[in-house]
T-cell receptor, first 115, second 109 residues
Framework: NAGVTQTPKFRVLKTGQSMTLLCAQDMNHEYMYWYRQDPGMGLRLIHYSVGEGTTAKGEVPDGYNVSRLKKQNFLLGLESAAPSQTSVYFCASTKNDYRDTGELFFGEGSRLTVL | GQNIDQPTEMTATEGAIVQINCTYQTSGFNGLFWYQQHAGEAPTFLSY??LDGLEEKGRFSSFLSRSKGYSYLLLKELQMKDSASYLC??????????WGAGTKLIIKP
């Protein structure tokens, strides 16, 4: 069982470059999320999706875009990378609204460095 | 503003017991979660508390007091593999998860 898979695992970008992070889940989950994790801070929600074709902004959406064209995939795009976007990015998913159990299934993370 | 406080780092001895505290100030409350995260890995779900009291799950227990805005995670019979960061998260009135910065637990032989 693959669970939640993120690609790439590591990436180095120059300021101004663009890139896309891919998240794929094979659990038929409806809800998907993109978080960033920075030292000394809690996970912060960037964008999320409650189903195929839907997206919504989280706590820190600026500089990022997302798409959910297929139920199993959730893409995170950086339009013009900035050093402040250096972080570890985690994708997560849940079958239903996590209000019921609180259990999020996370991918292994993507470490992005912007020079 | 909303705030989750946890100690930054704790050290404990293999075989001992450790309690990791979490205090929170949020706009409303719809549950508190604990996750474990080993270095360089993804967070994994440990527990969910929505009512006051103690929830036991093997060597791990989680306690909640809503009136005090307080929770703790209790780890018994510590093993070296328990060395990890422990993340506390609270679901607020809008069902948004507010995450603490995590507590790094170091286990010594």
């Amino acid at each position: 069982n693959a669970g939640v898979t993120q690609t790439p695992k590591f990436r180095v970008l120059k300021t101004g470059q663009s890139m896309t992070l891919l998240c794929a889940q094979d659990m038929n989950h409806e809800y998907m999320y993109w978080y960033r994790q920075d030292p000394g801070m809690g996970l912060r929600l960037i964008h999320y999706s409650v189903g195929e074709g839907t997206t919504a902004k989280g706590e820190v959406p600026d500089g990022y875009n997302v798409s959910r064209l297929k139920k199993q995939n959730f893409l995170l795009g950086l339009e013009s990378a900035a050093p402040s976007q250096t972080s570890v990015y985690f994708c997560a998913s849940t079958k239903n609204d996590y209000r019921d159990t609180g259990e999020l299934f996370f991918g292994e993370g993507s470490r992005l460095t912007v020079l | 503003g909303q705030n989750i406080d946890q100690p930054t780092e704790m050290t404990a001895t293999e075989g001992a017991i450790v309690q990791i505290n979490c205090t929170y100030q949020t706009s409303g409350f719809n549950g508190l979660f604990w996750y474990q995260q080993h270095a360089g890995e993804a967070p994994t779900f440990l527990s969910y508390n929505v009512l006051d009291g103690l929830e036991e799950k093997g060597r791990f227990s989680s306690f909640l007091s809503r009136s005090k805005g307080y929770s703790y995670l209790l780890l018994k019979e510590l093993q070296m593999k328990d060395s990890a960061s422990y993340l506390c998260a609270v679901m607020d009135s809008n069902y948004q998860l507010i995450w603490g910065a995590g507590t790094k637990l170091i286990i010594k032989p």
